[in-house]
């Protein structure tokens, strides 16, 4: 449950690290879970565009900046999760040690 809600909790957070583990149970929750939701229900919503909107927004924003964080931890640029498909395959790559090692020397 804390891989869900940590990323609300972490919504303006783009510069820390997330794990592979967190990154994949938000990804999943959200694209598995809550979209088809929003998709099902979206014809009851359509009175208000403007809900519709804020809707969309707190689902993105907390992916987007778990991406961000995700990409720091595996060493790469966070701007490239918001390169499409681009990002969610480097959010798979493994943890970066290198700068684990650079804490040692």
């Known amino acids: 449950m804390r891989y869900i809600l940590n990323p609300f909790k972490q919504i303006f957070d783009i510069n820390g690290k997330a794990s592979l583990k967190e990154f994949w149970y938000f990804f999943l929750f959200t694209w598995l879970v809550l979209y088809p939701l929003w998709v099902a229900f ?3 919503f359509e009175f208000n565009r403007e809900l519709n909107f ?3 927004i707190l689902l993105s924003l907390p992916l987007i900046t778990l991406g961000f964080r995700r ?3 595996a060493g ?3 701007w490239l999760f918001l390169v499409p498909l ?3 395959l480097l ?3 493994p943890q970066d040690n290198k700068a684990e090692e650079d804490l040692e020397l």
């Open 42 to 44: 979206r014809g009851q």
């Open 86 to 88: 681009a990002g969610v």
């Open 54 to 56: 804020w809707v969309r």
């Open 71 to 73: 990409l720091n931890d």
């Open 76 to 78: 790469y640029n966070k």
């Open 91 to 93: 959010a798979t790559a």
